[in-house]
């Protein structure tokens, strides 16, 4: 029997006004993504990926089509229930990290519960827990300018899977990275999936790529496989 679909897009289209011109970042997108799948989507810069993920993750609007998560069509949802969407549904890995300076790591990993709604000697020890489970404990006190950028995005994902999301999104997250930070990256994915972790992986890099499960390839705000 096939896994649920996690993810379920037909014909998404996203559409930016530029001037006069309008430009079609998302041309008639149609992905499926079972729960428990790690899949890579692939293409140059400006093919549409990030914004791809963006619509997913509840962060943009389509302005066409019908995006579905976890059976849910977000195309129905007010600001509130998205923002719900995002907090608990879907975790997301940015390739500049974006965490706090001004908090230690085990703050920064505990933020999306605080804005859950979850108490703060909770947050923290699911924090620190999440932090122990990806080899971080040792620097949960730590401010983020005292970590390696291998520490950083370990860090990040934690952040990313402190909610408990049903889907794991990364953008370029081995963007910033060298090559043995980045493998080192790579091989958590991989751990987390076989842990049954859903997770949809942004890349423009092949290498990167082969190691999802399987790759799809955008061009143009459309899919070309």
Not at 25 to 41: I, K, N, P, Y
Not at 70 to 87: C, F, I, N, P
Not at 124 to 151: P, V
């Given at each position: 029997m096939s896994a649920p679909l996690a993810v379920e897009a037909h014909d998404l289209e996203r559409v930016y006004?530029?001037?006069t011109a309008t430009v079609a970042a998302l041309a008639?997108?149609?992905?499926?993504v079972r729960s428990g799948e790690f899949v890579a989507v692939m293409g140059p810069s400006g093919s549409g990926k990030s914004t791809l993920l963006n619509v997913i993750a509840g962060l943009e609007r389509p302005t066409g089509g019908t995006i579905r998560v976890g059976g849910e069509d977000l195309t129905k949802l007010d600001e509130q229930a998205?923002?719900?969407?995002?907090s608990k549904r879907v975790g997301m890995v940015f390739q500049a990290f974006n965490l706090l300076p001004r908090y230690r790591v085990v703050e920064n990993v505990a933020l999306p519960l605080a804005f859950a709604g979850t108490g703060r000697a909770l947050r923290l020890a699911k924090a620190r827990a999440l932090l122990e489970r990806l080899g971080m404990s040792a620097r949960a006190e730590h401010r983020t300018n005292e970590l390696s950028g291998?520490?950083?995005?370990?860090?990040?994902?934690?952040?990313?899977?402190?909610?408990?999301?049903?889907?794991?999104?990364a953008d370029e997250p081995t963007g910033n990275l060298d090559s043995a930070n980045g493998a080192a990256l790579i091989a958590l994915f991989k751990e987390l999936h076989a842990q049954g972790q859903t997770v949809l992986l942004v890349t423009h890099d092949a290498t990167i790529a082969a190691h999802?499960?399987?790759?799809?390839?955008?061009?143009?705000?459309r899919m070309v496989d």
């Amino acid at each position: 029997m096939s896994a649920p679909l996690a993810v379920e897009a037909h014909d998404l289209e996203r559409v930016y006004a530029s001037g006069t011109a309008t430009v079609a970042a998302l041309a008639g997108v149609t992905l499926a993504v079972r729960s428990g799948e790690f899949v890579a989507v692939m293409g140059p810069s400006g093919s549409g990926k990030s914004t791809l993920l963006n619509v997913i993750a509840g962060l943009e609007r389509p302005t066409g089509g019908t995006i579905r998560v976890g059976g849910e069509d977000l195309t129905k949802l007010d600001e509130q229930a998205l923002a719900r969407h995002r907090s608990k549904r879907v975790g997301m890995v940015f390739q500049a990290f974006n965490l706090l300076p001004r908090y230690r790591v085990v703050e920064n990993v505990a933020l999306p519960l605080a804005f859950a709604g979850t108490g703060r000697a909770l947050r923290l020890a699911k924090a620190r827990a999440l932090l122990e489970r990806l080899g971080m404990s040792a620097r949960a006190e730590h401010r983020t300018n005292e970590l390696s950028g291998g520490e950083l995005q370990r860090a990040a994902i934690a952040r990313a899977l402190v909610s408990d999301p049903a889907i794991l999104l990364a953008d370029e997250p081995t963007g910033n990275l060298d090559s043995a930070n980045g493998a080192a990256l790579i091989a958590l994915f991989k751990e987390l999936h076989a842990q049954g972790q859903t997770v949809l992986l942004v890349t423009h890099d092949a290498t990167i790529a082969a190691h999802a499960e399987r790759t799809v390839r955008m061009r143009d705000g459309r899919m070309v496989d």
